[in-house]
């Protein structure tokens, strides 16, 4: 990023469809117009399905969500501080099966890799020099849910941690649950919490977790049954409590529709959460208080099955 442009990494699926374009492209984005333009790509790996950056903007982190296990990779790139190309540094096995999200750790010394074929979540080392290391620790998750076509086993979805960067979170869309570890730094690996897990209503499927900047409250986004859920967090012993659970579809609404993606505002004041389907994102207001949330509307995303979405740092776009 720079005071005129910002760079925008785009991850896509190549595979099963070979006649599409693969890779992660880049764009810069105009921050005073919004203009997107192309950039550049790279074409080294299939399907870069999730992407995430380091706290030092110096390396973005891929998984390659491939449906050949041998090739279900975590991928490590340099970004050029002036230019914002990506220069593959290595890659490191997932050790489970189309791996789905990835995140860095904040003192940028892990990466977190959720394998939602499988359903487990692995801790890969970062060195120096923002290299992979080879995974330190491996969690297998186990049950099932109600939806027999999409819960017939577990399916982590997101790994994501607290901002004091002290416990790990997993939403398993497959099981209905939230998994909570604590991290090992020392040891480089992941501790089960006490209690292990939040227990979800039967056939949410949790997606994707994001914390409020106050830290006091996290967002819970459900795919299967389209709700978003405030949850109030004691950071002392990394647990949640359920406060309110909302709709993200208007009440008119009678199609099919999964939600994906959640983010909340460099503001803090408004939250997003996006509908596949209805094809839209569902804006709340969050009540700085109680974290509760409130609609505002739907705006269309003028396409088709809005997967994920990003909000500028400047909060514009």
Same mark, same amino acid.
């Given at each position: 990023?720079?005071?005129?442009?910002?760079?925008?990494?785009?991850?896509?699926?190549?595979?099963?469809?070979?006649?599409?374009?693969?890779?992660?492209?880049?764009?810069?984005?105009?921050?005073?117009?919004?203009?997107?333009?192309?950039?550049?790509?790279?074409?080294?790996?299939?399907?870069?399905?999730?992407?995430?950056?380091?706290?030092?903007?110096?390396?973005?982190?891929?998984?390659?969500?491939?449906?050949?296990?041998?090739?279900?990779?975590?991928? %490590? &790139?340099? #970004?050029?501080?002036?230019?914002?190309?990506?220069?593959? @540094?290595?890659?490191?096995? +997932?050790? =489970? *099966?189309?791996?789905?999200?990835?995140?860095?750790?904040?003192?940028?010394?892990?990466?977190?890799?959720?394998?939602?074929?499988?359903?487990?979540?692995?801790?890969?080392?970062?060195?120096?020099?923002?290299?992979?290391?080879?995974?330190?620790?491996?969690?297998?998750?186990?049950?099932?849910?109600?939806?027999?076509?999409?819960?017939?086993?577990?399916?982590?979805?997101?790994?994501?941690?607290?901002?004091?960067?002290?416990?790990?979170?997993?939403?398993?869309?497959?099981?209905?649950?939230?998994?909570?570890?604590?991290?090992?730094?020392?040891?480089?690996?992941?501790?089960?919490?006490?209690?292990?897990?939040?227990?979800?209503?039967?056939?949410?499927?949790?997606?994707?977790?994001?914390?409020?900047?106050?830290?006091?409250? %996290? &967002?819970? #986004?459900?795919?299967?049954?389209?709700?978003?859920?405030? @949850?109030?967090?004691?950071? +002392?012993? =990394? *647990?949640?409590?359920?406060?309110?659970?909302?709709?993200?579809?208007?009440?008119?609404?009678?199609?099919?529709?999964?939600?994906?993606?959640?983010?909340?505002?460099?503001?803090?004041?408004?939250?997003?959460?996006?509908?596949?389907?209805?094809?839209?994102?569902?804006?709340?207001?969050?009540?700085?208080?109680?974290?509760?949330?409130?609609?505002?509307?739907?705006?269309?995303?003028?396409?088709?099955?809005?997967?994920?979405?990003?909000?500028?740092?400047?909060?514009?776009?």
């Amino acid at each position: 990023m720079t005071k005129d442009r910002i760079y925008v990494y785009v991850g896509t699926y190549q595979q099963p469809a070979p006649s599409f374009k693969k890779g992660i492209f880049t764009y810069t984005l105009d921050p005073s117009t919004g203009h997107l333009a192309y950039h550049s790509e790279i074409n080294d790996i299939d399907n870069p399905s999730f992407l995430a950056i380091d706290s030092s903007r110096r390396y973005l982190y891929a998984v390659d969500e491939n449906p050949d296990q041998e090739k279900c990779l975590v991928h %490590a &790139y340099r #970004i050029d501080p002036q230019s914002g190309r990506l220069s593959f @540094l290595n890659r490191q096995p +997932s050790l =489970g *099966t189309l791996p789905c999200h990835v995140s860095a750790d904040r003192t940028d010394q892990f990466v977190f890799v959720a394998n939602y074929g499988s359903g487990s979540v692995s801790v890969l080392p970062v060195g120096g020099n923002g290299h992979l290391h080879p995974a330190s620790d491996f969690h297998q998750h186990t049950g099932s849910g109600i939806n027999p076509q999409r819960q017939e086993g577990p399916h982590a979805h997101c790994a994501i941690m607290d901002p004091a960067s002290l416990y790990l979170f997993v939403a398993d869309l497959g099981i209905d649950r939230i998994m909570s570890y604590r991290l090992d730094r020392a040891g480089k690996r992941l501790v089960p919490n006490e209690p292990p897990y939040l227990e979800l209503p039967p056939g949410s499927g949790p997606r994707h977790l994001t914390f409020h900047q106050n830290g006091r409250f %996290a &967002y819970l #986004i459900n795919e299967l049954d389209s709700t978003i859920m405030t @949850l109030e967090y004691d950071e +002392s012993h =990394g *647990t949640f409590t359920v406060i309110d659970t909302v709709s993200t579809l208007p009440d008119e609404f009678r199609g099919e529709s999964y939600c994906a993606e959640i983010c909340i505002a460099p503001s803090a004041n408004f939250l997003y959460g996006s509908n596949r389907g209805h094809d839209s994102l569902a804006i709340f207001s969050i009540d700085q208080d109680s974290g509760r949330l409130s609609i505002i509307s739907h705006q269309t995303t003028h396409g088709r099955t809005p997967r994920n979405f990003a909000i500028d740092p400047g909060g514009t776009f």
